[in-house]
Each structure stands twice: as C-alpha cells, then as structure tokens.
C-alpha cells in the first residue's frame, strides 16, 4: 500500500527497481488486456512482497546475531557494563510485543562447536582432583595423544555437522543415550515429578483428575494454537521451545535393537487404568473425532472417572499385569509387541493407548506428604517412580497418577524432553486447578455432569499364555529392579533461598558445594559429579553436563573436614569454589561444556571406525552423584510470596551408577529445600539415608560475608 500510494505522489522509493521489474515483466503473461497500470500494479505488488521478505529475513538474522552474545552471563549480579545494557535494549525492542510459543525458534544460534583444545583442557581440569598424580600423568598423555592424532579428522566431521544440522548434538544424544538403550525405562531412564504438598484441594480422587485433566487438555490446545510465551531468561532472552512439540500425543515404541518415538497429531481421549483394567475416555462430547467439538467440562470429566472407580468388572486373562511389558527390559517387550500385538483387538487396544493424550491411573493407594511423618514423602516418591510395576504404562510422554486420597504425581518419559518442560505443563495444569477452576464445597468439581455422556470404554485383550509369560518374566525383572531402589525424599527446614540470598552466592553453587562436603563425610573420598544444565538458549539445544567436583570445592571440603582453618579461611575458600561452579555452568548454558562435545566426537569416531583410548575411557567413567536442580516458577501463575504454602516437592530420578547417588532438588521459597536421594540396596556403597546435609549447616558462617 506504500508503494502504491507514493507512486500517486510521484515519489519512487523502490529507487527505480518498480520501473525494472515493470520493464521485465513478460508480456505473454498479461496478453492483449494488459495495461500499463496494469503491469506498475503487478511490478509494485513483487517490489513490496520482495521487501517484506528481505526485511523478516534482516530482522532474524539481526536478533540471531543479538542473541549470540553471552556476555551478559558471565557479569557479576548488579554490576550491568554499558554494552549489555544497549544490547539487552536492542534485545527487547526486536522481541517486544506478544510473541508466539514458536516465534523466536528460526532467530536463535546454533550450539557452536567448542575448539578440541578447550575442551581437553577443561577435561583434565575437571578430573584432577580425582586422580593421583601418576593416574593423571597417563590422562594426560592420552588427551595429549588423542588431541594431536586422532581429534583434528573427527572434530572436521563435527564442525561439518554443525553448518547442516540444526543442533550438532541432539539427534545423536536422543538416538544413543535414550532410544538405543535396552535396560528398563522405569528407574533407569523416566523421573518423576510431585504434586503440591503442603495444601489439599479434595479428597476426592476423580473430582481433582477431572480438574487437572481438563487443565493439561487446554493447555494442549494452547500450545497447539502457539498461545504459550515461550520462556525468557532475564525476561527478554527467548530459550528453544522445540521439545514442546512432542508433550502429548506421543509414545515411545519398543524395538529390538533401538525403540522409535511416535507422535500423533491429534488425539481425542486418554487411556486410563484401574484395578488391572484398560479403559478409554474421550475428552470431547460425543464418540466422535470432530475437531469443532466442545472439550469435556471438569464435572463431566470427573463423572466419566467415577464411572470407572465404580465399574465391578474384572481384569481379564492377562491384562492386570499388561504394563509390566512396558516397566522390562526393551527387547523382550518389542519381541512380545510383534508377536502377539501386530492384529486383531490386542492391536486395537495397543492403539488407544499409544495414541492417547496421555496416560492416566487411577490408583489404589492413598500417598500425601506428612511432615510429621518421615517416611510420608519417601513412600509418595516410590509410588511415582515405579508404583507396583504394572500399573505405569512408562512408554507414553508422561503418565498421570492419581492416588485414592486425590494426590497427584507424574511419571514421565525422558527421551522426548527434559524435565523443565514438563514443568511447565505442571506449574499451568496446578495453577489452573486451584486458582481457575476450585471446587464445589463438597469437594467435587464445580457445575453438573451431563449424565447422558456414553460411558468409558473398555478395552479388549486377548491374551495368550505364551503372552502372559512375557508379561511375567517383565514383571519380574521390573520387580527386582524397583526393590532394589532406596529413595530418600526429605523436606530441609533449616534454610532456604532466603538465607543463601544472604550468602551473597547463587543457591545452586550453595547446594552443589554442600552437596560435596555430604558426599566427602559419607564416603570419605570425592567422586565424579554428574549436574545438568540446559543449552536452550541455543535452538533444539537440551542439556550439557557440569563437573561440580573441582579442584576450588574440594579444598574447601578438605578445609572444612579438617577443622583447623578460621572462619576467613573458609569464607575464602567457599567464595572461590562457589564462584568457580557459576563459571563453569554459564560455559555449559554457552556452549562451552565438556562432555557433549567428547560424547559427539565418540559418536563420529564409531562411525569412522576410529579407535581412542582416550574417548573409551571418558566415556565409561561412572557418574557416582549425579545431581540435578528442579526448575520452578517458570510461568508466574501466581504471587509465591503471597502463597507460600503453594509448593511443590519437585522430583526425582533413580540411580545413574550401581554403585552412586542421584540427587535432584528443589529450592521451594525462602525457607525450604526438597531433597531426593536414590541408591540401590544391593550396593554396599550407598545408603540414600546417609547422604543428607546435617541441621549444623543450616545457618553455616563459612558462607555468610565477614
């Protein structure tokens, strides 16, 4: 229209390139009808589309460019230089307005390549206080050797993945480290994640399943629709919302040498099972598959769960136990899915649940955090976890538990994304269930069920003995598996975010260096430390490893264990390790971690037939405490100040290493921190119990400034 309307003024802000396109526009195109205003219609109409193409491409490369810089990462908390302060303002003007959840994807960075020298030199950083000198000289001639011969032919292939790929590292990563994998997914592979734990909604088992189902529901249709913000550091950094995609809809299929993750673009109910039965539950009115039809309400949804609760029918032959194909190991179940789900109404059944929204189970037990009960919070993690093997279907996105008291958790698969973005969901689906949608005095959903809905269905097996068999021999050895766990979940009372504010430190680094001193107490020795980061800032990016054993941390340890040094002493040491931690995961959010770049360069060597004693080995070190930080407040539903007790306990996940701890935590408010800490009993190395930090560090002077 601008074009058009300064063409009247006589004015040619195309600097003459109208009047050339007019001049080249074939005349055959137009025949004998074509007039000159004609063809200066047509010519302006590609100059003006011409333009609109160029400018959307100036500005993703421009805000690319812009979000290419890091530098605001690595200055210190209120001490902005003037050039973050004119880029965070370039930041905010080229992404103001109301962004769509996809918006930014195409205008973030790749993941860069780090240089080979860097990383190696990183490795042996992080490894030196591990080793003796004499097992760190051999490291070192290994990296020296690997640096010089083998590294500069895989780092090419690398670098040339880079330019091509969207992410250099992601394929690979969920190919090899999830889908390739044969043990069981539950314990090894899914995590867990709780409900609220210092309130209570209802009591009433169905009435909050009908809640949060219809809360998750619209939060599907919201990001099918983009209406999400995509989640911003500082407010004004976009971070990768790719792995949002597969959320719902979606499956893991097993096979026998690596499994397929299946997403489906529409599903219109969720399978649900109870008391050893598969049913399947629509989420819109009627049976049928329109798009243009009306979500079911709460009440509704509430209604149609009850039906189930009060079904008597029994299990049949087989089917108690069904899900404990999904809880074994991978190969045995894709050999009993060929064999006896490839037709007929097992097949059928298969589909309505792999093709659900997602899972739902109504549980039989009743679990809710007792602070006055020790055990509470540990028994409600377990529950999660692995409940009794059978009743987890653990190959969807994430399965939805409901217990009998109205307690709520989830168990979710982790090949398809990484726990902030289930957090996500979460923190919408838990805000939107009290603050949105509440409940009736009574307890039950608000408004009437509309009684003429057609019930539940159930679905139909036919299982063979031979099938049961499988589905026992899974049971099995998911039963082992699960027994095996120790999990530890506590609630910290003596500090919080409140008190590590003071300690004018970030309460990770707190955590990870306390962390440390626990470990050094319990085993008397330090360990490889597994502490995951994310690279979203880089787009499809997912995490990065950071090494929070380091040479800073364990001087303080040793400080503190031997007792002797004075308060400045440790005060000093504690600045240095904690400020070496931030360090080191701002270079793993940038693009600059270790173990990645070495898993990838492994990957090309395998492909190449390349062998490197130095890979070999760094890639079968153990990860004896592998740790992770719970993500919280990511969508600001609501005032926590206002609403303390509206917390969440986080989530866990078991053991990396046989032999090692897993750690997860979560920094909920100023007054309070989630521990879960997995082991195994068969390890003679580990007691879940032992690895907790003592009430004496509550309120610890090392940390606080002098």
């Known amino acids: 229209m601008a074009t058009v309307g300064t063409s009247y003024c006589n004015l040619d802000i195309s600097n003459g390139l109208v009047y050339y396109i007019q001049k080249h526009l074939p005349e055959s195109r137009f025949g004998p009808y074509q007039t000159p205003q004609t063809r200066a219609l047509v010519s302006m109409a590609i100059f003006s589309t011409g333009v609109w193409i160029v400018g959307i491409f100036f500005f993703r490369q421009t805000l690319k460019l812009l979000l290419s810089y890091h530098g605001w990462m690595f200055e210190a908390h209120g001490h902005t230089s003037r050039s973050t302060k004119v880029w965070a303002a370039c930041v905010r003007l080229l992404s103001s307005g109301r962004p769509m959840l996809y918006s930014f994807q195409t205008s973030l960075p790749k993941l860069p390549v780090p240089s080979v020298q860097a990383t190696i030199h990183r490795y042996l950083e992080s490894v030196r206080p591990l080793l003796d000198d004499e097992k760190y000289q051999r490291m070192e001639v290994l990296a020296k050797e690997f640096q010089d011969k083998t590294a500069p032919r895989l780092q090419k292939y690398l670098v040339f993945k880079s330019w091509w790929a969207t992410n250099y590292v992601s394929d690979w990563w969920e190919e ?18 709780m409900d609220f734990v210092l309130i209570k909604n209802t009591d009433v088992q169905a009435a909050r399943l009908g809640n949060i189902v219809h809360a998750m529901i619209t939060y599907r249709r919201k990001l099918d629709r983009e209406d999400i913000k995509p989640v911003m550091a500082l407010g004004i950094v976009p971070m990768c919302s790719n792995q949002m995609e597969r959320m719902f809809n979606t499956t893991r299929i097993p096979g026998k040498e690596t499994d397929v993750l299946q997403h489906f673009n529409e599903s219109r109910h969720v399978a649900v099972y109870h008391k050893g039965r598969f049913f399947k539950v629509w989420l819109y009115e009627g049976s049928n598959l329109l798009k243009g039809s009306t979500l079911l309400k709460p009440r509704d949804l509430e209604l149609q769960f009850q039906r189930i609760l009060d079904d008597p029918s029994p299990p049949q032959p087989g089917e108690e136990r069904l899900a404990a194909l999904t809880a074994g190991k991978r190969v045995e179940w894709a050999q009993a899915r060929q064999t006896f789900f490839s037709s007929g109404k097992n097949r059928a059944a298969l589909e309505a649940i792999e093709r659900a929204a997602f899972f739902v189970v109504l549980d039989e037990e009743s679990h809710r955090y007792d602070p006055e009960d020790e055990a509470s919070l540990s028994l409600y993690g377990k529950a999660l976890l692995h409940g009794n093997c059978y009743n987890r279907w653990f190959d969807k996105s994430f399965t939805l538990v409901a217990f009998k008291n109205g307690q709520l958790g989830l168990n979710t698969e982790h090949s398809w994304a990484d726990a902030p973005v289930m957090g996500h969901l979460w923190e919408f689906a838990l805000g939107t269930d009290i603050f949105h949608l509440g409940y009736s005095e009574t307890g039950h959903c608000v408004g009437e069920p509309n009684l003429t809905l057609t019930p539940p269905q159930r679905l139909q097996w036919d299982i063979p003995e031979r099938c049961q068999a499988a589905i026992e021999r899974s049971y099995q050895v998911a039963k082992a598996l699960a027994d095996d766990v120790e999990l530890y979940c506590f609630q910290f009372f003596p500090f919080g975010k409140g008190l590590i504010k003071k300690c ?26 597994y502490e995951a980061s994310m690279t979203r800032l880089f787009r499809e990016g997912r995490t990065e490893t950071v090494r929070s054993c380091t040479n800073e941390s364990t001087a303080f340890v040793k400080a503190m264990v031997q007792g002797s040094h004075t308060k400045a002493d440790l005060q000093k040491l504690f600045r240095k390790a904690s400020e070496k931690h931030q360090n080191m995961y701002r270079l793993a959010m940038t693009g600059a971690g270790i173990d990645r770049h070495l898993f990838c360069l492994y990957v090309v060597s395998k492909y190449l037939g390349v062998s490197s004693p130095f890979l070999a080995e760094v890639l079968s070190e153990p990860w004896r405490l592998s740790t992770s930080q719970t993500a919280q407040f990511q969508i600001g539903m609501f005032d926590a100040k206002k609403y303390p007790n509206h917390l969440g306990a986080g989530g866990g996940f078991g053991p990396v290493a046989d032999d090692g701890y897993g750690v997860s935590y979560m920094i909920a408010g100023e007054n309070t921190i989630f521990f879960h800490i997995s082991s195994k009993f068969s390890s003679s190395e580990t007691v879940s119990l032992l690895l907790q930090l003592s009430p004496e560090e509550g309120a610890p002077p090392w940390a606080l400034p002098g």
């Not at 480290?177 to 090894?188: A, C, E, Q, S, T």
């Not at 680094?509 to 085993?523: E, G, P, S, T």
């Open 176 to 193: 090899y480290i999830y889908l390739r994998g044969r043990d069981p997914l539950m314990v090894n592979s899914n995590y867990y994640v």
């Open 504 to 529: 004018r430190t970030s309460p990770d680094a707190f955590v990870q260096i306390a962390l440390q001193l626990a470990h050094f107490r319990d085993k008397g020795k330090f360990c490889l430390t």
